[in-house]
């Protein structure tokens, strides 16, 4: 499977970055518009619709439709795991229905001292087979303006 990496300082501390990124809003404001994201539903691990927290077991239900071009693609996300330790933290989402044939994203946090180092680490392989993993380097054209925009976005709604 292929590996996409990025990592960005934000000059906020972990508390602010990390409460951002554990709310779908988070979630809303960091998704470029050209990829026109629809949020269908979040159900919380136990049930209850719409969960102030994205925990461990929350489902988030989405549409995105990049550029406007072709038909609403469905993606289906779970939060595997989350956890917060003094000066780090993390939460990883699978997608368990979507374009891709593996999706693993691991957001990670780490203080340093009154700023915060914010890295995403994605897991992924394409559909098609041999010919998706032929060619899964190449969705790094894909990934890196839209976490480019993830990463600015955070320092401008969080510094």
């Given at each position: 499977?292929?590996?996409?990496?990025?990592?960005?300082?934000?000059?906020?501390?972990?508390?602010?970055?990390?409460?951002?990124?554990?709310?779908?809003?988070g979630?809303?404001?960091?998704?470029?518009?050209?990829?026109?994201?629809?949020?269908?539903?979040?159900?919380?691990?136990?049930g209850?619709?719409?969960?102030?927290?994205?925990e461990?077991?929350?489902?988030?239900?989405?549409?995105?439709?990049?550029?406007?071009?072709?038909?609403?693609?469905?993606w289906?996300?779970?939060?595997?795991?989350?956890?917060?330790?003094?000066?780090?933290?993390y939460?990883?989402?699978?997608?368990?229905?979507?374009?891709f044939?593996?999706?693993?994203?691991?957001?990670?946090?780490?203080?340093?001292?009154?700023?915060?180092?914010?890295?995403?680490?994605?897991?992924?392989a394409?559909?098609?087979?041999?010919?998706?993993?032929?060619?899964?380097?190449?969705?790094?054209?894909?990934?890196?303006?839209?976490?480019?925009?993830?990463?600015?976005?955070?320092r401008?709604?969080?510094?």
């Amino acid at each position: 499977m292929a590996v996409y990496q990025r990592r960005t300082r934000v000059a906020a501390p972990l508390s602010e970055v990390w409460e951002f990124h554990s709310r779908v809003s988070g979630l809303e404001a960091l998704t470029p518009g050209w990829m026109n994201l629809r949020v269908e539903s979040v159900i919380g691990p136990d049930g209850d619709p719409d969960p102030g927290i994205l925990e461990t077991g929350s489902r988030i239900d989405a549409s995105m439709r990049p550029f406007g071009v072709g038909p609403r693609q469905r993606w289906t996300s779970v939060i595997t795991a989350r956890e917060r330790e003094d000066g780090s933290a993390y939460f990883r989402d699978e997608m368990e229905g979507g374009p891709f044939r593996h999706w693993e994203h691991t957001h990670r946090f780490f203080a340093d001292g009154t700023e915060t180092v914010v890295d995403d680490r994605v897991v992924y392989a394409l559909p098609f087979g041999a010919v998706g993993e032929a060619v899964s380097r190449l969705a790094r054209i894909g990934f890196e303006p839209m976490f480019r925009y993830r990463h600015r976005r955070t320092r401008a709604l969080l510094e």
